[in-house]
């Protein structure tokens, strides 16, 4: 048991550590436009039931489209990322010193099929648009990974501005979080079952305080089954064939255990 529990914890910190801690990772390199403005993606939250990838763009100007003295733009800067849930544009006028915003994605996915469910994007592409220049240009764009619990990969068509699709997949290190999450809920439907079963043949005494160990299973269950990495929905599949039965077994156990204090603790007569 003390090695099962050692090799668990190893495996689990590791594969988190790896792969799963949220640490900032780049999953491209853009390239600079020409006057050197560069384009930053930062993901930073995903939401699988709403179906929502929320990032940060940022845009940094190059030394062209910047006053060296006031460090402010020399001329409008527009910025239009397409693939979002509402069409997302930012205006900068001259002067002004171009900042961050957030953009949700449109993401496609079954979050159902929870811990085996994945998710992808839309065609992702940014546009820059500089004065009065009437046709945009298409950057390529840095995207940097910030979601903890996600093995997230990019493809592009080009490498020179995209379109680019986001494929999320959970990593080793929740699924292996989830797995124990699970095993913890079963091991406590077996061992109120197993407990029930020898009281009620008689091979150990009924001892009355613990009808309310099996009341604290029960309330534990529910608070269990939300600690689940990203919950997943109510009426998901590890509800219909974990958690519901989970229940049932530890419900059926504590009314064995009610069953025995009737019979072995009958009133002596008067």
Avoid at 39 to 51: A, N, P, S, Y
Wanted: aromatic fraction near 10%; hydrophobic fraction near 45%.
């Amino acid at each position: 048991m003390t090695i099962f529990f050692v090799a668990s914890y190893v495996v689990t910190v590791a594969l988190y550590e790896r792969a799963g801690c949220g640490c900032p990772r780049h999953l491209t390199e853009g390239l600079a436009s020409s006057d050197g403005t560069t384009v930053t993606i930062d993901i930073e939250d995903l939401q699988t039931v709403k179906g929502t990838l929320t990032g940060k763009v940022t845009i940094t100007p190059g030394a062209e489209l910047l006053d060296p003295v006031r460090h402010g733009l020399t001329e409008d800067l527009s910025i239009a990322v397409h693939s979002a849930v509402t069409p997302t544009k930012r205006t900068w006028t001259k002067g002004v010193v171009p900042g961050e915003f957030p953009v949700p994605l449109t993401i496609s996915g079954n979050s159902a099929k929870w811990p085996f469910d994945h998710y992808q994007t839309g065609p992702i592409t940014v546009d820059v648009v500089r004065g009065n220049a009437t046709m945009p240009e298409r950057m390529s764009v840095t995207f940097v990974d910030h979601i903890a619990g996600w093995k997230n990969e990019i493809v592009s068509d080009r490498d020179d501005g995209g379109p680019y699709r986001i494929t999320l997949r959970r990593s080793p290190s929740t699924m292996a979080f989830g797995a124990v999450i699970v095993g913890v809920l079963i091991s406590l439907a077996l061992v109120g079952v197993i407990v029930a079963n020898l009281t009620f043949l008689g091979w150990r005494k009924f001892q009355p305080p613990m009808t309310t160990w099996y009341a604290a299973m029960l309330f534990a269950v529910v608070p269990l089954r939300n600690a689940l990495p990203d919950a997943p929905p109510i009426g998901s599949w590890i509800d219909v064939t974990v958690t519901l039965w989970v229940i049932v077994a530890l419900v059926m156990a504590m009314m064995v255990f009610i069953f025995c204090w009737w019979r072995d603790l009958k009133p002596e007569p008067a």
